[in-house]
Nanobody, 127 residues
Framework: QVQLVETGGGLVQAGGSLSLSCTLS????????MAWFRQAPGLEREFVAA????????YYAASEKGRFTMSRDNAKSAVYLQMNTLKPEDTAVYYC????????????????????WGQGTQVTVSS
């Protein structure tokens, strides 16, 4: 059974940093595109970052580029999201997602492209 588990969320002041981790079990992470999404209360789930299974390029949402860094470690079946210079508007539940299918650059940023999802981890940024 495929399982994604996110860890590392918490409460941080504006301007601070947090690092999220996501581990994949039940499948080989190296054969999955991996992504981070987030969902704030009352809003739709939105794309944060994604990396193809071969790790040749990492994609970021425009609002996070330069502040967030995604990485993957296939040996540990894990992906990470380092978040710096956090803002109150970054407050959300952050989800890890995975899918083995071939995805276009556009599809990597779409919620509907991913079959496997974690349970989410709460990130709260206070002002």
């Amino acid at each position: 059974q495929v399982q994604l588990v996110e860890t590392g969320g918490g409460l941080v002041q504006a301007g601070g940093s947090l690092s999220l981790s996501c581990t994949l079990s039940g499948r080989t992470v190296s054969r999955n595109h991996m992504a981070w999404f987030r969902q704030a209360p009352g809003l739709e789930r939105e794309f944060v970052a994604a990396v193809r299974w071969n790790g040749d390029r990492i994609y970021y949402a425009a609002s996070e580029k330069g502040r967030f860094t995604m990485s993957r470690d296939n040996a540990k079946s894990a992906v990470y999201l380092q978040m710096n210079t956090l803002k109150p508007e970054d407050t959300a539940v952050y989800y890890c997602a995975a899918d083995p299918a071939s995805l276009s650059d556009y599809s990597l940023s779409q919620v509907t492209s991913y079959y496997y999802w974690g349970q989410g981890t709460q990130v709260t940024v206070s002002s």
